[in-house]
């Protein structure tokens, strides 16, 4: 295929807080719940993008609560997905975009395509268009804001739930009684593991906003797919202080259940590493979901999250760069 | 004026999307409309064709490719068979509600378990509630046809819907007959460039697919009823314009053959029906006024077409090539709609149904005289025996 | 044909009741006037302004866009429309310039409004 110039979007990086671009691309009047870690992250993701971009919003809380009653926040181009395949109605939009570029009939910037999917339309049943998409090569950025649960339909346990969490389908219960027995998938490394066309994988939090947007807008300057896993805690999921949504994104971090890093075409960055974790017991404390847990489950989950941590501490060490992979 | 050539029904297919000058293809390989996307992708890969090819990951995603390229303006194809069919029927609602003309090329097959190549419309047909535009081609040449008829009849204004044009795995897909290529005068005279309403853009931003209250949700269905009620005369204009241009002979909805003075009909769509033309002409060398409706399109039916088609027959034999277990027949779905078309006329023909041309097979000739000799002896006895009667059971 | 058939009727949608069509609406401009959140909240913060040091932090906190830099009068704005009091900025406030009072304070305070929205 001959080379053509699609007029894709150039980013800089953001220094500061008051650099960051004033418009406001996802607005506020939506119906997200009071201190929602999902529409924090979904502002911040827009106000770095810019009006010139598509979502696409596979059905989570991020459609349902946002976009009710016909009136939505997004004051750029939005499309609704199945929960199923963000990816895939994302790859027609790019691949649309592109042979209408070459035939002429769109002129202007290349739009960025972004899928902004929960943790169930990422990597439950969202998986397989997701990582078809990445194969492919499209210019396609997805996005997971992981809120660890299905949580529009009722706060049902998703693949990336903690262990120990209660959810309405993790009750505890005698037989049961750490709630959640299975321990989380890992987004990320599902996606850099397995995908030769992605060159850019990071994590963020919304604790952590100018991290967050220079992510996205790095993210964005790439002309293949990339991947961004973004912690945005629920208050009535994981059932704490609504106040505390920040807060909680930070001990995840300060904690070691969260980490920090960028990982550009096999090379790994991390970022917001503590000298010293704090235990896991500091986050759950906070949280009515981990309440029923014994003490032996935390320790269960500190061993969890202390394997995690090793991996952590070696790659911070020594950045192993994976082979080159050729286009 | 093209000249005609020996091509199977999946390259007439192609030739119908590459002279439709699509622009965004999804593929996923399947028996046996496989070579469809086998003929398109050497079309993109020679530079024919300027379109992006895209591998789906499956039938659920080639609609979703399709939806998302619609969405965004570009002209987009697809197509699939058998379960392949039926594994994306989450998108079908979402595709057909979002206005979005795509188009889905079928090359029926038989559903599992456990797998059967054969022909079979069970597939495509059990799509019928989903709101596309759904049609039966019975030969290449009609494929082609369909292919350009559809996008015009989707694509126009007081229509946007996504359409799926059938043909019979083999019988149609996979065995080569004569086919007029349209040229490119033709094509650009029948077919305008597809005008989106309302896409996603980076200049006039919109919203696709919002929630809505309950209280919505009667008004969206209504006036989804509503764009129905106008498809039919969308189809006769596109099918007039299309006979004109390029010289064919379409009825737009329902071929009738040798059916002003008979006395049995056959009621048939698809690829059997030209073994059943030619069995009603050795019917009526034996003396049996003999005839044949084939339906060219399932959605949206043409309930009025069929009454005035079919009312003055006595006795109409329904080919269903399609099963609907425990429905109200208890055999196919054909007969359904065929009996409530002509419930209120006040002489109906007598009507059972056939169930034939099931996981590939082939009708016969021979089955054709059975079937007649089943409809004279309902004439005869002025009531038909059954609803329903297996061919060969 | 004998007889005239029933034909399919007609289907006149209300005009209040219409719905856009393919479900396709525009996309709003800065705020989702349709949606206005305040009577959600129980709270409000409140800021002082000597502590405030226009960092912000709030700015960036709030997953409903309600605090606004106006940059010529070096001045942060809250917006009262939208907030639903979750108090995150209030939370996240460094330098304690917020704090958060009760919406029956305040003449106009929600809470009094008679209709919701």
Redesign the interface.
């Known amino acids: 295929m001959q080379a053509f110039d699609y007029k894709f979007q150039k980013f800089e990086p953001l220094k500061s807080f008051k650099k960051a671009p004033e418009l406001e691309v996802y607005v506020p009047g939506h119906r997200t719940c009071a201190g929602c870690g999902p529409a924090l992250n979904y502002r911040l993701v827009a106000k770095a993008a810019g009006?010139?971009?598509?979502f696409?919003g596979p059905t989570g809380c991020m459609?349902?609560a946002n976009?009710?009653?016909?009136?939505?926040p997004?004051?750029?181009?939005?499309?609704?997905?199945?929960i199923?395949?963000g990816?895939?109605?994302?790859?027609?939009?790019?691949?649309?975009?592109?042979?209408?570029a070459?035939?002429g009939?769109?002129t202007?910037?290349f739009?960025n395509v972004i899928v902004m999917a929960g943790d169930g339309g990422t990597v439950d049943i969202g998986l397989?268009?997701m990582?078809?998409m990445m194969?492919?090569n499209h210019k396609v950025l997805f996005l997971c804001y992981d809120n660890e649960s299905y949580a529009n339909t009722g706060i049902q346990t998703s693949p990336t739930t903690p262990y120990g969490a209660a959810t309405t389908f993790t009750p505890p219960g005698k037989e049961i009684p750490e709630g959640k027995v299975l321990f989380p998938k890992d987004p990320p490394q599902l996606v850099i593991g397995g995908h030769p066309a992605v060159k850019y994988v990071a994590t963020t939090t919304v604790a952590h906003p100018l991290d967050l947007m220079n992510k996205v807008r790095k993210a964005l300057t790439y002309e293949g797919p990339t991947f961004l896993h973004m912690l945005a805690p629920c208050p009535k999921g994981w059932l704490f202080d609504e106040k505390l949504t920040r807060e909680m994104a930070r001990l995840a971090v300060e904690t070691g259940m969260w980490s920090m890093y960028e990982w550009e075409d096999g090379v790994y960055k991390y970022t917001n590493v503590p000298k010293k974790y704090k235990p896991v017991s500091e986050y759950m404390k906070h949280q009515g979901r981990f309440a029923h847990l014994k003490p032996e489950h935390i320790a269960k989950m500190q061993a969890f999250i202390d394997e995690r941590v090793k991996a952590v501490k070696e790659r911070v060490a020594i950045p192993i760069p994976t082979p080159k992979q050729t286009a | 004026m093209a000249k005609e050539q020996m091509m199977t029904g999946c390259r007439a297919a192609a030739e119908g999307a590459k002279a439709a000058e699509v622009?965004?293809i999804?593929s996923y390989p399947i028996r046996p409309y496989t070579a469809i996307m086998m003929e398109l992708s050497k079309m993109v890969a020679n530079g024919e064709l300027?379109?992006?090819f895209?591998?789906?990951?499956?039938e659920?995603?080639q609609v979703?490719?399709?939806?998302?390229?619609?969405?965004?303006?570009?002209r987009?194809f697809t197509g699939s068979s058998g379960v392949g069919v039926t594994y994306a029927m989450?998108?079908y609602s979402?595709m057909a509600?979002?206005?979005?003309p795509a188009q889905m090329s079928i090359a029926d097959r038989t559903l599992d378990p456990p797998g059967d190549f054969g022909s079979e419309h069970t597939d495509a047909m059990s799509t019928r509630d989903q709101g596309w535009l759904l049609g039966w081609a019975c030969s290449p040449q009609e494929v082609y046809d369909n292919t350009l008829i559809a996008y015009r009849v989707g694509e126009d204004h007081r229509v946007?819907l996504p359409q799926m044009v059938c043909q019979d795995g083999y019988f149609i897909s996979h065995i080569p007959d004569k086919v007029t290529l349209g040229d490119q005068s033709q094509v650009k005279e029948f077919l305008p460039p597809y005008r989106p309403?309302?896409p996603?853009?980076?200049?006039?931003?919109?919203?696709?697919?919002?929630?809505?209250?309950p209280?919505?949700g009667?008004?969206?269905d209504?006036?989804r009823?509503?764009t129905f009620?106008a498809v039919p005369k969308v189809i006769e204009e596109a099918t007039a314009d299309f006979n004109r241009i390029f010289g064919r002979n379409y009825d737009p909805f329902v071929e009738q053959y040798k059916l002003e003075d008979a006395e049995i009909a056959f009621f048939i769509q698809g690829a059997h029906a030209n073994t059943c033309r030619s069995s009603v002409d050795r019917l009526r060398s034996q003396g049996v006024k003999a005839g044949m409706a084939r339906l060219r399109w399932v959605r949206p039916w043409p309930?009025?077409q069929l009454?005035?088609a079919l009312?003055h027959v006595k006795a109409v034999g329904v080919i269903e090539t399609s099963t609907s277990y425990g429905g109200a027949m208890r055999g196919g779905n054909l007969i359904h709609e065929l009996r409530a078309s002509l419930y209120?006329?006040?002489?109906r023909p007598l009507v059972t149904s056939f169930m034939g041309g099931l996981g590939g097979e082939t009708i016969w000739p021979k089955d054709f005289d059975y079937m007649a000799k089943v409809l004279l002896q309902a004439v005869k006895e002025k009531k038909i025996r059954t609803y329903v009667q297996w061919l060969g059971m | 044909?004998?007889?005239e058939?029933?034909g399919?009727g007609?289907?006149n949608?209300?005009k209040d009741?219409?719905?856009p069509?393919?479900?396709?609406?525009?996309?709003p401009v800065c705020t989702q006037d349709l949606f206005q959140t305040s009577n959600w909240r129980m709270k409000r913060p409140v800021k002082e302004d000597e502590k405030c040091t226009r960092c912000l932090v709030c700015y960036m906190s709030c997953p409903d866009a309600c605090w606004e830099y106006k940059e010529a009068e070096d001045e942060m704005y809250w917006i009262a429309n939208f907030c639903k009091g979750c108090q995150i900025c209030i939370q996240e406030c460094p330098t304690g310039a917020l704090t958060a009072a009760p919406e029956l304070d305040f003449p106009d305070g929600v809470v009094r409004l008679e209709k919701p929205f």
């Open positions: 009006k010139e971009t598509i696409i459609y349902v976009s009710s009653y016909l009136c939505t997004y004051a750029c181009s939005w499309i609704h997905a199945q199923t395949n990816g895939a109605v994302a790859s027609g939009i790019e691949a649309a975009f592109k042979v209408l070459r035939k009939k769109h202007g910037a739009p397989q268009a990582s078809a194969y492919r | 622009e965004v999804c300027n379109a992006e895209v591998h789906g990951e499956g659920h995603a979703s490719v399709v939806l998302g390229a619609c969405a965004s303006g570009a987009a989450e998108v979402p509600g979002g206005r979005y946007m309403i309302g996603l853009s980076t200049t006039h931003p919109v919203s696709h697919g919002p929630q809505i209250r209280d919505q009667a008004p969206m209504a006036m009823a509503q009620l309930t009025h009454a005035n009312g209120d006329l006040d002489e | 044909m004998a007889k058939l029933p399919y007609t289907i949608v209300p009741r219409e719905v069509f393919g479900a396709v609406t525009p996309a």
